[in-house]
Nanobody, 120 residues
Framework: QVQLVESGGGLVQAGGSLRLSCAASGRTFSRYAMAWFRQAPGKERQIVASIRRSDGILYYADSVKGRFAISRDNAKTTVYLQMNSLKPEDTAVYYC?????????????WGQGTQVTVSS
């Protein structure tokens, strides 16, 4: 099992940047596919970005393409989400998630979330 702890959220003005970090502990970090999700008030949780464990292929939601970048540092057992050109609609709680395989649905491991608020 892997434990996930997010950090780096906060309040930022529109157009600004933040970098979220997700520190993982437990079993070998490189064995996990990782993802970032977000949930805005009154809305369903949605995937923002992911990185596969087998080949490192990246995925981005259309709403963040060109602005956000997911990366991982296996030596530091950490996954990052660099968020640039932030918009008020990016305001949400951001969650880090992990799964053991690229070929199953869902992510069984979740962090506690970190709040990102973008002011206009």
């Amino acid at each position: 099992q892997v434990q996930l702890v997010e950090s780096g959220g906060g309040l930022v003005q529109a157009g600004g940047s933040l970098r979220l970090s997700c520190a993982a502990s437990g079993r070998t970090f490189s064995r996990y596919a990782m993802a970032w999700f977000r949930q805005a008030p009154g809305k369903e949780r949605q995937i923002v970005a992911s990185i596969r464990r087998s080949d490192g292929i990246l995925y981005y939601a259309d709403s963040v393409k060109g602005r956000f970048a997911i990366s991982r540092d296996n030596a530091k057992t950490t996954v990052y989400l660099q968020m640039n050109s932030l918009k008020p609609e990016d305001t949400a709680v951001y969650y880090c998630a992990a799964r053991d395989s690229d070929y199953v649905n869902g992510y069984p491991y979740w962090g506690q979330g970190t709040q990102v608020t973008v002011s206009s």
